[in-house]
């Protein structure tokens, strides 16, 4: 299970890809209750993830780690 070892908590997103799409994979009920209630509904799910343009990305890691997200980067297994 994926930990932030600073706060010792499991994650909440995880962030895959990059060039022009990030799939953010929504690990907890708490990270998709986030997307639920600031996302809009137009979104593109990708089974478990939520597919991101790259220009918005970053913003949304923001958000998400400012509301108290744990987010790790990369490919499970790295």
């Known amino acids: 299970m994926d930990t932030d070892l600073g706060r010792g908590r499991a994650a ?13 994979l929504l690990l907890t009920d708490e990270a998709r209750g986030w997307v639920d209630e600031r996302v809009s509904g137009e ?4 089974g478990c993830g939520l597919a991101v343009e790259h220009r918005y990305a970053a913003a949304l890691a923001a958000g998400m780690e400012e509301d108290g997200s744990v987010i790790v980067d990369g490919e499970v297994g790295r």
Not at 12 to 24: A, Q
Not at 43 to 46: F, G, S
């Open 12 to 24: 909440d997103v995880r962030i895959t890809g990059g060039g022009t799409v990030f799939l953010f």
């Open 43 to 46: 979104r593109q799910m990708l």
